[in-house]
């Protein structure tokens, strides 16, 4: 691995947005390629950093640093890269129920999907249905993927899921997280179900083959 890339990666790790400005620019005068750094150095920090998360040895603040550090690297990249140097591992429609304000863990999920290759389209907090379904006809994603915290809320999936099937949209896999949800309640509603955040990253990887 070149030098460079590991650098990246540490800093990434550390939530050093500064460093990894200066070492992305740095690889690039160095002739690294925009994919090489992108591939190799950002998004193999951020892999290490969920890694770490699922073991226990961070918390959700350094992700969401790690997280926002990566975001800053792209954007010096991303008016250098093709359409085609980007993994697209697919796309997600994702979204906080209605009546439920809660976002910290729909962001964590976001992030770390998106450093997966995925592309996100974040329709917020407090979605009712119709903006669900709305969401999913516009983009036409893979995966519709919903996250609710509080039992009074987690009902709307239901609705949500029977809402695609009556809109004949149940091609699209829906995948489900939150802390008053289990295994059972998505089996039950016809979804899958992921307990945290790079869970959610191994599920969408299965459900699409990747």
Request: some cysteine; proline content about 2%; overall charge negative.
């Amino acid at each position: 691995m070149s030098k460079i890339f590991k650098k990246i990666m540490e800093a990434v790790e550390e939530g050093d947005k500064e460093e990894v400005i200066a070492l992305v620019q740095e690889g690039l005068e160095d002739g690294e390629t925009p994919q090489s750094i992108l591939n190799d150095g950002l998004l193999e920090g951020m892999n290490l950093v969920g890694e770490q998360f699922k073991q226990g040895t961070i918390f959700v603040p350094e992700v969401l640093m790690s997280a926002q550090t990566v975001d800053a690297g792209m954007e010096i990249l991303k008016p250098l890269l093709n359409a085609g140097d980007i993994k697209n591992a697919g796309k997600i429609v994702f979204c906080t129920v209605e009546g439920d304000l809660h976002d910290i863990g729909k962001k964590l999920c976001s992030m770390l999907l998106q450093g997966a290759g995925y592309e996100v389209i974040d329709l917020g907090a407090d979605v009712a249905v119709d903006r669900i379904l709305d969401g999913v006809k516009v983009h036409k994603p893979d995966i519709l993927a919903m996250s609710a915290m509080l039992t009074t809320t987690m009902l709307s999936m239901d609705t949500a899921v029977e809402s695609l099937k009556k809109e004949g949209l149940d091609q699209v896999a829906v995948m489900i997280g939150g802390a008053p949800l289990s295994n059972d309640y998505a089996l039950k509603i016809g979804a899958n179900y992921s307990e945290d955040a790079v869970g959610a990253v191994e599920l969408a990887d299965r459900l699409l083959g990747n």
